[in-house]
């Protein structure tokens, strides 16, 4: 068995990995930064009033650090610093995205300083060089951590239900995991434990999963991996969720865990609606001229009516009509049975197909939030209809309600349309139960990027709505909790 000085020689490594990866990180925002200095030095400084250029000859470096904590911050939140763990064309579409982003803000700011709008030459200049420095690095520092920390190799424990799913989505990540063995719960606690050591020493593996197996099965298998420093990976249940925000308190000599019976505070929702409010009245006057533009385009196309009203459902299942630019056949639901839209779906028209996939079906829904039927961040709003279905298999699937539906949310960012809807509900028990004014932000911030990645607009598979259905399509009843 792993002995104390085994697990000292797994921290080294994973320490020495954490600086590898920190160190190429910082090359990159380095190189970014240089291309910055050179142009400010050069071009931006010589652009402003005579006091201001002398004033700021003197303060090049506090310009730079400016510079370099936007641009760490940006990379920072949009995951353009995950070099390692996430994949080379999403590494490098968030930190030209962040750089992007960084360059606008000193933009305007030397557009206050010059006191007029700042000459934009320069500046997409310097723009395409930084962006063709991210391309060329980010693939070049990616294959030496591949080659450095090859994927790690797993070992799968399931319960019962088929693990097709799961391997599957660890194949799409076959770059950082490889799942080298699969063992049943079935086989029993000693003979698992067993297995596991012999893999670990025989170097089979280096990280155990527990899959879908019970909190009963889970827990010593848990204990066991955690007492020989066995890496764990686990898939959370609903309980797991709802508990992870929850209020550590000491009371008396043995630790609690209070998780409230309300969601928000009375603080929390009084800056979740002001911020709702600005933003949708901002957002409303900039986005006029596409949504106009959009009304047109619609009308021209079939002749049928713009906007597409639905009933939905927001906070404790108060129903509402959701504003959307239509992008289906006006004969779409004809029979009057609610289907969610799938991959590839015939009713979506021309138009609809292009507005769904940059989004701009949802623009109307800004006059929901104004409104108050919805928020900017929060779950999506799903038809009654739909709620009932998933709810005789998924009765969990009520709690999502506990706060109102969101135009973006926390299924959104960090799922995909067609993530399964138990996925999904944990997804937004997430932000729920870890909601502040904070994450609101990041994931608006999230969002822009979300609209230009493809993973997003995709149709639902019409086997997972049918799986829901099914035995398997209720993890809840099959003991998972």
């Known amino acids: 068995m792993k002995t104390v000085t085994n697990e000292e020689k797994l921290r080294k490594r994973e320490t020495f990995k954490r600086l590898i990866n920190l160190s190429l990180v910082f090359i990159c925002l380095a190189l970014e930064i240089g291309v910055f200095a050179y142009h400010w030095w050069f071009y931006y400084r010589l652009c402003l ?117 799961l391997c599957n989505k660890f194949q799409s990540r076959k770059d950082k995991y490889i799942i080298t063995k699969t063992l049943s719960v079935s086989m029993g606690y000693e003979a698992l434990c067993d297995e596991i050591i012999k893999a670990y020493d025989s170097d089979e593996c280096n990280a155990v999963v527990l899959g879908d197996i019970t909190l009963e099965e889970r827990g010593p298998l848990l204990k066991f991996c955690y007492g020989h420093s066995i890496r764990i990976y686990i898939q959370p249940k609903i309980t797991d969720v709802i508990l992870s925000a929850s209020e550590e308190l000491h009371v008396f000599d043995s630790p609690l865990l209070l998780t409230r019976e309300y969601s928000l505070t009375m603080e929390q929702r009084f800056a979740k609606r002001t911020i709702d409010i600005v933003c949708s009245l901002l957002l409303l006057i900039l986005a006029s001229p596409i949504m106009l533009l959009t009304a047109l385009i619609i009308k021209c196309y079939d002749g049928g009516p713009v906007l597409y009203k639905q009933v939905r459902c927001t906070r404790d299942r108060k129903e509402f009509k959701i504003l959307k630019f239509r992008s289906m056949r006006t004969d779409a639901e004809k029979d009057g049975v609610a289907r969610l839209a799938q991959k590839n779906d015939s009713r979506v028209t021309p138009v609809g197909k292009f507005i769904r996939k940059c989004r701009i079906d949802e623009l109307p829904q800004l006059i929901n939030i104004l409104q108050g039927d919805m928020s900017f961040i929060g779950p999506r709003p799903e038809r009654p209809e739909i709620i009932e279905q998933y709810m005789e298999v998924m009765p969990e699937f009520a709690f999502r309600m506990k706060v109102k539906a969101g135009l973006a949310g926390f299924a959104q960012v960090y799922g995909k349309y067609n993530t399964t809807p138990y996925d999904k509900l944990k997804l937004d028990l997430t932000y729920i139960e870890n909601y502040s004014v904070w994450l609101d932000l990041k994931l608006m911030m999230l969002t822009l990027k979300v609209l230009f990645w493809p993973d997003s607009t995709e149709g639902v598979e019409a086997e997972q709505i049918t799986a829901l259905k099914s035995e398997d399509g209720n993890p809840e009843n099959k003991g998972m909790d």
């Open 49 to 165: 009033v005579e006091d201001l250029r002398n004033l700021w000859s003197r303060g090049a470096m506090a310009e730079l650090a400016l510079y370099a904590t936007i641009l760490i911050l940006f990379s920072a939140t949009y995951g353009g610093m995950r070099l390692g763990y996430q994949k080379n064309a999403e590494i490098i579409f968030s930190q030209v995205l962040s750089t992007l982003w960084a360059n606008l803000v000193l933009y305007v700011q030397l557009s206050i300083m010059a006191r007029e709008l700042f000459v934009p030459d320069v500046f997409i200049t310097m723009m395409l060089e930084q962006t063709a420095i991210v391309i060329i690095y980010i693939n070049i520092a990616n294959r030496i951590y591949k080659h450095i920390f090859p994927p790690r190799k797993l070992l799968l424990i399931h319960g019962d239900r088929s693990v097709e799913s």
